[in-house]
């Protein structure tokens, strides 16, 4: 009878295991039919070809003025009082390659904005005259046409005021413009290069200006994963990186500041880099306007080719995208007792873009976003070196 008890429980047991395993295996299979589900869909929304498609992104109402919704980079703008030539690229292209506007005669535009090195120089700080260190990381040259303002700070407002500040500036080049202007001069084959670019064989530093920075605006990416994803190709995004583009909209809320096809705002933002009070201390913007609220704000860099940039932010603090994200995900916390310094005898703070909070990312959700900035890249174009002119 015991015998007989013993056996009908371990049946009753059994019946109830599997049917609970069941139960279990069919909410799994629900999981995972729903998951499969919901990003089918999303798959087909954000492949369409038309942005108007996708899920709305979420944004803070402080974004909502300079928001524009991601996609491709539109035609290059070219200034009307600095229209494209080839002529003239030519030759900015030959000018950002010769050392022979720097003082020393050893450094080019491009020893720091190198195009084997996605346009910088892959290092922390950049050395300049004499191996002297700079203060702040070199930025990627690529797609600064559609930039507003120029630097970290933003301290140029064009491509054209910019070029004749490194060729001054005692830590990179450390010459003159005028200097310059001479030994360019003084170039035989360059003459030809003007003339063709110009008109005549004139050389100015302003022609300089403008042939520099008319190459530079022909840097620019060209179709990246990104691009050929959302323009139809629905199978060359994986999972993680559909999901990462995803989260860059919605839950990360990343496009509140890089957005449009720059994936720049062309804002200047406080994230809690500037090490206020601390060793490192960079006012940022403050440098450029005064103005208290400036404090520690930077320049929202665009993100395209960010695979290829680093090390990043201003002071090239970070050596890894995982990095970055991790220190979003965590509300970019800063150190309570700093976040103030005392400059010139005036008090200021580092406040903060309320844009910035703990997101609390999964690791795999880091891993998404991660694998989504990298389709942001495109294939490096072979750069031929111009023939510096004798
Ligand atoms: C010694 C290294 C060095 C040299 C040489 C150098 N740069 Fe830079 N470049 C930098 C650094 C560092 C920054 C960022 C500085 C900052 O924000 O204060 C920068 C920023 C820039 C930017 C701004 C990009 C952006 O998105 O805002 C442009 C454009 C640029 N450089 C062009 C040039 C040109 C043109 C030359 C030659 C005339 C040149 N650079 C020479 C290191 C260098
Ligand atoms: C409030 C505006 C804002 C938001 C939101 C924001 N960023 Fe940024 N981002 C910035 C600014 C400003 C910098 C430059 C800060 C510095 O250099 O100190 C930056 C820098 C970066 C860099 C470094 C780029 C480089 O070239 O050095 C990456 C990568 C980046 N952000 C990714 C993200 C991701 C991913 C998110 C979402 C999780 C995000 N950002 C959200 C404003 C923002």
New binding site residues.
Partial sequence: MAMKNAISWTLVLFLLISVLNNCLNNSVKKEVREHTVFMDNLRKLYSSGDPSKWPKPILDPE?VPTFAEIGHLPETPFPSDNPYSAEKELLGKTLFFDPRLSRSEQIACASCHDPELGWCDSRTLSFGHDRQLGVR?A??IINTAYAKNLF?DGRAGSLEVQSKMPIEDQREMNGHMDLAAGKIAAVKGYQILFEKAFGDKTVTKERIAKAIATFERTVKSSASKFDQFIDGKADVYSDDELMGLH??RTK???????NSGYFSNN?????G??LLGEKGE?L?RYLVTKNADDAG???????RE?SR????????S?TT?QE??QF??KGNPEYSQKRATVHEGILLKSEK?G??RM?E?SDREVAQ?EAF?KTLSSKPEKVTLPELPK
Avoid: K
């Avoid at 990360?252 to 890089?258: P, R």
């Fill in positions: 974004s990381n930025m990627s970290w989260l860059f990360a809320q990343c496009i509140n500041c890089h804002t200047f933002e406080n994230i880099t500037a960079d940022g704000r930077f320049r929202v860099p665009g993100l960010v940039t680093g090390p990043y932010l201003h002071n090239g970070m995208l970055v994200i979003y995900s873009s844009m910035v997101l990312l976003l900035l």
